[in-house]
């Protein structure tokens, strides 16, 4: 009997919704267990991205996408801490931080969503317009670091829900330490054994 794998490294932006959209494609039976490692968030599209119902189910919008592939690239900006120090002084990554932080199978997101978004629905948010120029100053490098590593994660979040949609279980784990580009979207189907 043969048995595919989907596998990729460094997939960018849209070419990993455009190879989640691929395994859309196929019947339940034929899907293959795999692994995407995502990156490249900056050059995603909404017309290719495949999270577009997660993203809809938590309230946002395609301009709010837009922003958030914009403000993703920021993740890889560095701190001033991080910018005195050489690269000779960083330790190797050790395999039981990555671990760590990566053992459990996702909870239903789209279930996730609907609850996040009823209880924003709740609370008096106030809108508020930021212009761009206003909004880079308001925050330190580190802040936007931050801002854009938890971006670049819901951005996967919202890929993993399709990818549950298809019936897959998925796991975001962290790959390295080594990179900003550090998550991996790991898919098994329920009659794997892996």
């Not at 395609?62 to 000779?88: I, P």
């Not at 932080?101 to 239903?108: G, M, S």
Request: hydrophobic fraction near 35%.
């Amino acid at each position: 009997e043969k048995r595919c794998l989907c596998m990729s490294k460094h997939l960018c932006g849209p070419a990993c919704d455009l190879a989640i959209g691929a395994l859309s494609r196929l019947k339940v039976c034929c899907l293959p267990p795999g692994a995407i490692a995502t990156c490249c968030h900056y050059l995603c599209t909404w017309e290719s991205f495949s999270g577009r119902d997660f993203w809809k189910t938590l309230g946002l919008e395609e301009g709010d996408f837009l922003v958030a592939v914009t403000a993703s690239q920021w993740a890889s900006m560095k701190c001033e801490d991080e910018t005195n120090r050489s690269r000779s002084e960083t330790a190797p990554a050790k395999k039981r931080d990555i671990d760590e932080t990566t053992l459990e199978l996702l909870p239903d997101l789209q279930k996730v969503a609907i609850q996040c978004n009823e209880a924003l629905k709740a609370r008096t948010v106030p809108q508020c317009f930021v212009p761009n120029d206003k909004f880079e100053r308001s925050y330190s490098r580190g802040e936007k670091a931050a801002l854009g590593k938890k971006l670049k994660r819901l951005l996967d979040l919202a890929r993993a829900a399709h990818l549950q949609t298809l019936g897959y279980s998925v796991e975001l784990v962290r790959y390295t330490t080594q990179s900003t580009e550090d998550r991996l979207l790991v898919m098994s189907l329920p009659s794997d054994n892996s």
